[in-house]
């Protein structure tokens, strides 16, 4: 893949301004909420007001008649057939039964949103209230009220439940999806072990909070075409999706990604359906906004879980085996798949311990449904394992960065599942974050410091697709089916095409995210995009200047071997006068053979950490993300306040396509993972959100978040382009953990609980004085 | 939010006299920032929405009788850089800079604030630490309230339905006086989950504090600091007195408990940090 | 019942029949089709609203149109004059404070509005300014760094 050395690098590794910026800076750019079309209808949804119950009536005649409302629908007007992202367990429209406050069971178009918002007031819907369950644990008892029959057989369930080993004969209770990882015998090696610890902890449920709420527009043709312009991270997923629920092909639909603000895993459930389904019924475009309360009430959340560890250690402080427990409660849908899959690679933690045993199971309860939320689990995880293995440093007298350092994994570690790791920059990450920390320098009373290691396996299995047009006046067209959500995308794809092709970036134009003109991309999840769309951009380069050389060389009467190119320009090596502008070069080629430049890249990567565990196959995996996050801490132990005094994170990108860009992320994450952990959480009564405004919901200002120390560290990654990997999830893995660390360390208090609120600091701080 | 009819009286008697004919249907409006949020979740679907912005006397800030008055319209910015406001008054101003953001404050009026009398609300503990009276205007004439009996319940005044807030008055400040405001809070933006005002003088002093739901006068807290030389016991006393005293609730943001021990920790820290006493 | 209401924005003047109920937000994305400003919650928190309104700071979603009537509103598209970037606009490019861009407008026009009565502030002092606005993105850090270079600059 390497074509360049580091060196000679000029645009790539570079801190260029984002290509967006000045557009964003002047307020010209459309996001979802500024899309519009003459004559276009604003939707609304009609929610259930209980937690669980038997849909008896739905009576929306009054609805109808008021004036300004084009149509209403339910359940019983959208297609019988079951869509779900992983596993397909609900309707587009809730029938026969709601699971959730806050579940759609119709939804209405009118020409405004007043209007709208009036219908769904108007539509009676008659229950017949069922017993319901909110609590993870007591959804699995025999007792409880069952959410999906059909997790009662093994049949019915689409491949993500098969392939995920069933301990065989039935999941459990209201359980969707159960995972199993087995790697060597822990019995065994725990029988063995000269220490044991056990622990149990938990986490809590937050939510995205994307500044921009899920927009949509959806307009269908007399032919019966299906446009929508959306804000959505994943549109050829949606158009998938879209395609399965109306049974369509998929070329009829197109979705067009506008601009998005923000979507941290949220925008990619489908929710474009609502728009969708009232369009066609009506014959008019309908757009829908969601209001900030129906974000927290629908809008999907994190999965909380509950986690047990169990370590077996050595007297010399090696991790000889560890058992996990993870319970994750997915709410009344099966969305929060991902999480609960997420612990086959990483539920030991960053390190080389050859007995391990995972027990992941999904539950349904009656809550808003759960999703992939960025970081999707590794924090729920951290959290449990990192403070865990605090806790044992400090059992055994060992410092518990030493500690780490003893077990980590390193470059050719094995990984639990037989993988040989490499480009692991994980030991520089944390000796560099323990030295920016400061670390086992005195402290004052009252302050501590605490660090986490974590990592995020090698993205899912998935293509990205790449078109590079020369243009005749020389400039590039850049076609990528991907998606920019704020995370500088388009500017990266954008570098490495200019690098590869050897011209100027602002010659580069990006357009993105379309399913109608661009090639297909799998979206913007799992922190795939750098590498994926960047290997499949840089692909699709590489083939247009192969075309670029050879018709250069057929030009100057060279060989293409003594051809290079440079800002826009082929000259021959050594002799750059000798040479051809790319415009003119371009300009002829659209007149004569063999015709204009056009450069195409297909990429299909990651999966490799999806791959069997049982069978122990060794090979090498590339892409896995490492970090290691510190911070220090004064607690106030009058009100169990917490103040931040540092906060530093480390992070092996492989190498900074864009240093400001990865700067950018690390700070932003693992801020959102510090206000996550100290200061938000989603609260229920009744299965009700109690807090679904900003007022209550403890989401930060500038005054909340302190400034991050973010070290990047470059251990190549031989799969990602220019050796880069992506970052935009990680940071936000370890933070919570090492708050936990750092309140221990500095007051002598664990808190297993998250979030880390002053109550209970003050209430643990309480306990350990009287005790 | 519904379609209402928008009326702008350019005096007080216009104002009570409209809100008198208009009983029952209609709602005043100041700088916005609580009413239009309820305009917009239909929670208040008044006929009639009447304006207070065109009535000048509302908008004052006077020297009066070595004290304030303060117009109802007056806006948190206004109030808090108001050099009169920091010369009688300085525990006022620091309580209004702790309110909402500064595009809240803007927009925001005094009067708004104590009428809505929402739970953690900043101005209100500051304003009884002062002694402070509500002025009131109705088609009857003018009426004085001590402010701790204004604030009444959940959201909720003394306000009739033909009466308006027009003036808060604040007396002057004893010579030798010293004051703290402390609001205990997670986020900058949010409303206290206890806000203490304390305004004292040596060798007598007056205590106050609030928490929600009702902002209340610690009495009790106040006997206890009365003819008695500071010292950390006494300051003890007080914190406790007031804890005593309190109804806290429980709400999202905390639980009434840890309101109650908070309401120690801020009466304590104000009162030292009023009397500058070192920790 | 609409009302005749003149509001002057970014310059310009523009007389305007609005009912009551209209939000200076929606008059200003739907009448004057200046969707720089936009919407992100229900509770006057978020201040991707944020306007100017005779230079001062306020949540466009939390004003009725007609209470504007008569005064100067700026909005984020008539920040660059002639052309030229107003130095916040050029600070928030050059040192990344911009992610996925829906606080920006907010933000840049809070901090020009901030800049006016504190036009040297300590970074505590920055941060204590933009508290009506919210990021999700970037953590507020370059944010803040760009408020404290454009302020050297103004």
């Not at chain 1, 065994?188 to 220490?195: G, L, N, R, S, W």
Request: aromatic share 6%.
């Amino acid at each position: 893949m390497n074509t360049r050395a580091k060196g000679d690098l000029t645009i790539v590794g570079k801190s260029v301004p984002r290509l967006d910026a000045l557009d964003k800076a002047t307020g010209r750019v459309v996001y979802g909420v500024d899309q519009k079309l003459p004559g276009m209808l604003w939707g609304k949804v009609a929610r259930s007001q209980l937690p669980h119950a038997r849909i008896l009536k739905v009576d929306t005649s009054r609805a109808k008649v008021i004036p300004g409302v084009e149509c209403v629908i339910t359940g019983e007007d959208v297609p019988n057939r079951k869509i779900g992202r992983y596993v397909s367990d609900m309707y587009a429209l809730a029938r026969e039964r709601v699971r959730y406050v806050g579940e759609p069971l119709a939804a209405v178009a009118a020409v405004d949103e007043e209007t709208a918002e009036k219908a769904v007031e108007a539509i009676e819907v008659k229950y017949e209230e069922l017993p319901a369950v909110f609590d993870m644990e007591e959804a699995m008892a025999d007792s409880a009220p069952l959410l999906h029959e059909e997790t009662e057989t093994e049949e019915t369930w689409g491949a993500w439940s098969r392939t995920v080993h069933p301990l065989g004969g039935k999941k459990g209770r209201n359980v969707c999806n159960r995972l199993t990882v087995v790697d060597g015998d822990v019995d065994a090696a725990f029988a063995e072990a000269d220490f044991v610890l056990e622990d149990s902890f938990s986490t809590h449920v937050v939510q995205h909070c994307h500044l921009e709420p899920h927009a949509a527009l959806a307009s269908v043709s007399h032919g019966g075409e299906i446009t929508v312009w959306t804000n959505s991270q994943r549109p050829f997923e949606l158009r998938s999706y879209l395609a399965h629920l109306l049974d369509v092909p998929a070329t009829q639909i197109r979705v067009i990604g506008t601009e998005v603000g923000g979507g941290f895993g949220a925008k990619k459930a489908g929710w474009e359906r609502f728009p969708v389904l009232l369009a066609l019924k009506c014959g008019k475009p309908v757009k829908m906004v969601m209001t900030r309360d129906e974000e927290f009430i629908d809008g999907y959340t994190s999965v909380p879980a509950r986690i047990s560890v169990k370590s077996g250690v050595r007297r010399d402080g090696m991790i000889t085996a560890r058992a996990v427990t993870m319970i994750w409660d997915t709410g009344a849908y099966c969305n929060g798949v991902p999480p609960s899959l997420a612990p086959k690679f990483h539920a030991a933690g960053t390190y080389r311990i050859p007995n391990v045993r995972f027990d992941s199971l999904l539950v349904y309860t009656n809550k808003v449904p759960a999703t992939t939320y960025r970081g999707i689990g590794g924090q729920d995880i951290a959290w449990a394992i990192e403070t865990h293995m605090d806790d044992i440093a400090r059992k055994l007298g060992l410092d518990p960065v030493e500690f780490r350092l003893k077990n980590i994994f390193e470059e050719g570690s094995r990984s639990p599942g037989g993988a040989i790791l490499r480009g692991v920059g994980l030991k520089e990450c944390l000796e560099k974050a323990a030295a920016a920390l400061e670390w086992g320098q005195p402290k004052a009373a009252n302050r501590g410091k605490g660090i986490a290691c974590f990592d995020k396996h090698p993205n899912p299995a998935s293509s990205s697709c790449a078109v590079v047009w020369i243009n005749e006046d020389g400039n590039v067209t850049l076609l990528s089916g991907a998606t920019e959500i704020g995370q500088g995308l388009m500017t990266v794809l954008a570098q490495v095409c200019a690098e590869e092709l050897g011209v100027k970036l602002e010659s580069i134009k990006a357009v993105i995210g379309d399913t109608g003109t661009t090639p297909f991309d799998d979206g913007a999840y799992g922190s795939r995009l750098t590498e994926h769309a960047g290997n499949a951009v840089r692909l699709a380069a590489k083939d247009a200047r192969e075309q670029i050389l050879k018709a250069a060389a057929r030009w100057l009467e060279v060989s293409e071997d003594d051809l290079d190119t440079k800002e826009g320009r082929i000259f021959v090596k050594g002799s750059p006068d000798r040479g051809i502008s790319l415009s003119e070069l371009s300009l002829k080629l659209h007149r004569s053979d063999p015709g204009p430049i056009l450069g195409r890249g297909s990429y299909f990567g990651g999966g490799k950490g999806y791959s069997e565990v049982a069978g122990r196959k060794e090979r090498e995996e590339w892409g896995w993300k490492y970090g290691v996050t510190g911070v220090e801490v004064e607690v106030d132990t009058e009100t169990g306040a917490i103040k931040i005094l540092k906060v530093v994170s480390a992070h092996d990108v492989g190498f900074a396509i864009n240093p400001h860009l990865v700067e950018g992320q690390i700070e932003g994450t693992v801020v959102m993972g510090l206000a996550n952990f100290l200061l938000e959480e989603m609260q229920f009564d009744g299965g009700r959100v109690v807090n679904p405004t900003f007022m209550d919901y403890g989401f930060p200002t500038a005054l909340e978040c302190p400034p991050v120390v973010s070290i990047i560290v470059e251990k190549h990654n031989q799969e990602g382009p220019f050796g880069a990997k992506g970052v935009g999830e990680l940071p936000i893995v370890g933070i919570g953990a090492a708050l936990a660390n750092a309140v221990y360390d500095a007051v002598g208090i664990r808190i297993k609980t998250s979030p880390i609120t002053p109550e209970k600091v003050l209430r643990a701080l309480e306990e350990k004085m009287g005790s | 939010m519904e379609d209402f009819q928008y009326l702008r009286p350019t005096t007080v008697t216009e104002a009570v006299l409209l809100l008198a004919q208009h009983k029952g249907k209609a709602r005043l409006i100041a700088g916005g920032q609580s009413l239009i949020p309820m305009l917009r979740s239909r929670l208040v679907r008044p006929a009639y929405v009447i304006g207070l912005e065109a009535i000048p006397e509302l908008k004052r800030i006077e020297p009066r009788h070595g004290g304030l008055r303060v117009g109802a319209m007056v806006t948190h910015h206004e109030v808090l850089t108001s050099p009169l406001v920091k010369e009688r008054a300085t525990i006022l101003s620091d309580a209004e800079i702790l309110v909402g953001s500064p595009a809240v404050r803007n927009l925001g009026t005094l009067g708004g604030n104590l009428c809505h009398n929402e739970v953690g609300a900043d101005p209100p503990p500051a304003l009884l630490a002062l002694g402070a009276s509500a002025v009131i205007a109705s088609p009857h004439g003018e009426r004085r309230l001590p402010l701790e009996t204004f604030f009444r319940g959940f959201l909720e005044t003394a306000l009739g339905e033909d009466e308006i807030l027009a003036y808060i008055d604040t007396s002057a400040l004893p010579s030798g006086s010293v004051w703290s405001y402390l609001k205990c809070r997670q986020r900058s933006v949010d409303k206290a989950i206890v806000g203490v005002g304390v305004v004292l003088r040596i060798e007598g002093g007056v205590c106050r504090d609030v928490r929600a739901p009702v902002p209340f006068r610690a009495k009790k807290a106040e006997a206890a600091f009365m003819g008695e030389r500071p010292n950390d016991r006494i300051i003890e006393e007080a914190a406790m007195a007031a804890v005593a005293e309190a109804e806290p609730m429980s709400d999202a943001h905390a639980s009434a408990d840890y309101r109650r021990k908070m309401i120690g920790v801020f009466t304590r820290r104000a009162l030292r940090q009023a009397l500058e006493i070192k920790s | 019942m609409k009302q005749s209401i003149s509001l002057e924005v970014n310059g310009e003047s523009y007389k305007l029949e609005v009912s009551p109920n209209r939000l200076l937000l929606d008059v200003l994305r739907d009448d004057l089709g200046l969707t720089g400003a936009r919407r992100g919650c229900e509770d006057s928190i978020c201040g991707a609203c944020t306007v100017l309104l005779d230079c001062q700071a306020v949540h466009a979603c939390s004003v009725l149109a007609l209470r504007a009537s008569g005064q100067r509103i700026l909005t984020i598209e008539g920040l660059a004059q002639g052309g030229k970037l107003h130095p916040l606009q050029e600070a928030f490019i050059q040192y990344g404070a911009i992610q996925c861009g829906y606080c920006t407008p907010g933000m840049i026009l809070a901090a020009k509005a901030f800049l006016g009565e504190n036009p040297h502030p300590t970074e505590h002092e920055v941060r204590w300014g933009l508290i009506g606005n919210l990021c999700r993105c970037t953590g507020y850090m370059k944010i803040v760094e760009a408020v404290l270079a454009a302020a050297e600059r103004i």
